[in-house]
């Protein structure tokens, strides 16, 4: 028999010192390349998006895949690819947060996702993570967000 294995991620992360460096006109292109990425890396990204300084990817993981490898794979070669493609400084903040949501939360999730420029003329990307953290259960103690 064959492992069957269910496991859903929402991964966000910041540009380093959260500068306004993914511009609308390269964000289609680097949400493409990013979910190119972790498809090589074993995960299947059913939604990528984000705005100019944070991007949010729901990951489906296969059996063999931890989320530690494809969020530094997804992380390194996305900013390689905007050096080389836009010509721009650009890196990604340390860290990143990564929560397991359910099935059922899997709709929801994508349209958030897609949502996200609407969201954040209301949100500022400290509020959401912060709010992410509370719904999940977990403590930032000190630490700055992804």
Not at 4 to 14: E, Q
Not at 79 to 90: C, L, N
Not at 131 to 142: D, I, K, M, P, T
Request: glycine share 8%.
């Amino acid at each position: 028999m064959h492992s069957i294995v269910c496991a859903l991620m929402h991964c966000v992360f910041s540009t380093k010192n959260r500068r306004s460096t993914i511009k609308p006109e390269m964000q289609l292109r680097l949400w493409e390349f990013m979910g190119g990425i972790a498809r090589q890396n074993g995960a299947v990204a059913l939604a990528v998006g984000g705005v100019e300084e944070h991007v949010h990817l729901l990951l489906s993981l296969s059996a063999n895949t931890p989320i530690a490898k494809v969020m530094r794979e997804v992380k390194a070669g996305s900013s390689k690819f905007m050096h080389e493609t836009f010509a721009v400084d650009f890196a990604w903040q340390d860290g990143y947060g990564a929560f397991s949501i359910g099935a059922s939360q899997k709709e929801h999730t994508v349209q958030y996702i897609a949502n996200q420029a609407e969201h954040h003329k209301k949100r500022s990307f400290e509020e959401e993570f912060g709010a992410l953290c509370r719904l999940y259960g977990v403590e930032l103690s000190g630490q700055s967000p992804a």
